[in-house]
């Protein structure tokens, strides 16, 4: 079976449990190595690619992510579509800890970052519609399945705002995102979105919150409680994940 899906995870999913691998590939590519190698196997039934966003050990911070590498290396082993797995901080109230989030836009606040293949050199450069980021039936079918499966609080539009890490964000800065009209906040989001258009790559994003973002409450973020909560959140993930695949994608 031709592998067309691949699934990007993050922080607390950089393995997928349930995925029958069948082989890893070290993709080379003309932006240096990826990430991780990707990982091809079978998830509920269907061929899926797996490619772990800060490496097989979690040792690559988001402002170091090879993005370009990674994009390039699964658009070039066949992959069309792609559910992007993040851990994200809540802005809007109802971004409760545990809840999926499947933004329908992105502002980007990072900087510094390679966020092009149209970066000059003997090709012309091409401007792309970046109007609305994420594909629509990829985020319905997150949406739908996260609705299907347990007791899970699902959030089927907002807005991502991507900030450069790999530090929490200041309360100050929360505010400034929120009146901007941001509903998570996250350090992965960009700029992987817009790499999977310039390739004409279906991208949507499970957005998994982890915690509530900084000043929530007049309170910092507890930073303590992240790894139980990084768990128990990545498990409805992997949830939504397996069912989509199994009725949806």
């Not at 402002?63 to 370009?68: D, I, L, P």
């Not at 091409?126 to 347990?150: C, M, T």
């Not at 004409?200 to 007049?218: L, S, W």
């Amino acid at each position: 079976m031709t592998t067309t899906l691949a699934i990007i995870g993050g922080t607390g999913l950089t393995r997928m449990d349930g995925l029958t691998v069948t082989r890893r590939e070290m993709v080379k590519t003309p932006y240096g190595a990826p990430s991780s190698p990707i990982v091809f196997g079978e998830l509920a039934g269907r061929p899926v690619a797996f490619l772990a966003r800060h490496g097989s050990t979690h040792r690559i911070p988001p402002h170091r992510v090879n993005y370009c590498a990674n994009l390039w290396a699964l658009n070039s082993v066949g992959v069309e579509r792609i559910v992007a797995v993040g851990a994200v901080g809540g802005i809007r109230k109802d971004c409760v800890v545990g809840s999926i989030v499947v933004p329908d836009q992105i502002i980007d606040y990072t900087h510094g970052r390679e966020s092009t293949f149209f970066d000059g050199g003997e090709d012309p450069v091409e401007h792309i519609d970046f109007s609305y980021p994420y594909n629509e039936p990829l985020r319905q079918a997150l949406i739908n399945s996260a609705r299907k499966v347990g007791d899970i609080p699902v959030i089927d539009e907002g807005v991502y705002g991507a900030t450069q890490g790999p530090r929490l964000e200041t309360a100050a800065e929360i505010r400034r995102m929120a009146s901007d009209g941001c509903t998570i906040v996250g350090m992965t989001g960009m700029p992987e979105a817009s790499l999977a258009a310039e390739l004409g790559m279906a991208y949507a994003c499970c957005g998994v919150v982890i915690n509530p973002a900084a000043g929530t409450d007049n309170k910092p973020v507890d930073t303590d409680a992240l790894p139980d909560a990084i768990t128990a959140a990545m498990d409805n993930a992997r949830s939504v994940l397996t069912h989509a695949l199994q009725t949806e994608i």
